[in-house]
Structures are given as C-alpha cells and as structure tokens.
C-alpha cells in the first residue's frame, strides 16, 4: 500500500510558477508510474503529466514547455514535484497526484488546489 500527501498548492498571479510536491510513503519500490491530475470544478479528473520507471515523462498539450514532473528519493519516500511555470487561469484546478503499483492497484492524493489569479 502506498500512501500519497500533497502540498504546495496556492494562489498565484498569471505568469507566475508553483511547485507541487507529492510525498509517497509504504511501498514506494513497487511504484511504476507515477502521474499529477486535475480537476475543473464540474469536470471529471484529467491527466497531466506522467514519469515512468524508466524517466520518460508525458504530457498533455496544454502544459507542454510549462510543466515538469521529477521525482527524487528522500530516505524512505518518494516525492514527485510538478514544477508550474506561466500558469495561466485556466491552469486553475485542483491538483492530485497518483501512483499505479505492481499488480495494477492506484492510489491517489487528497489533492491540492492551485488558484491562477489574472
């Protein structure tokens, strides 16, 4: 099992940066995708970006040149930043980080919400 906390959200002006962190505790060795998400008020949850265990990255068009998924290890957990550069207000949402593990089980964040102020 794998517990996921995040932090880092907050309100920011347009053009400004944010970094969201991820501290992934418990199993952190079976972890072989990591992702953030968000979510528009209304709207169902949408990817983001995404790091597999070999370090490639993907992202969705609109983040493309603007975000950045890393993750590092810091004793015994893992933590997956999304660094935000030239948010706009439509990057306005609240952000979850998640995990799929061996054997295929997800889990997910509480989730954080990030405010772009025009």
């Known amino acids: 099992q794998v517990k996921l906390v995040e932090s880092g959200g907050g309100l920011v002006q347009a053009g400004g940066s944010l970094r969201l962190s991820c501290a992934a505790s418990g199993a952190v060795s079976s972890i072989f995708l990591k992702s953030w998400y968000r979510q528009f008020p209304g709207k169902q949850r949408e990817y983001v970006a995404g790091?597999?265990?070999?370090?490639?990255?993907?992202?969705v068009d609109s983040v493309k040149g603007r975000f950045t998924i890393s993750s590092v290890n810091a004793n015994a957990e893992n933590i997956i930043y999304l660094e935000m550069n030239n948010l706009r207000p439509d990057d306005t949402a609240v952000y979850y980080c998640?995990?799929?593990?061996?054997?295929?089980?997800?889990?997910w964040g509480q989730g954080t919400q990030v405010t772009v102020s025009s």
């Open positions: 998640g995990v799929v593990v061996t054997g295929g089980n997800g889990y």
């Open positions: 790091l597999n265990r070999d370090g490639d990255t993907n992202y």
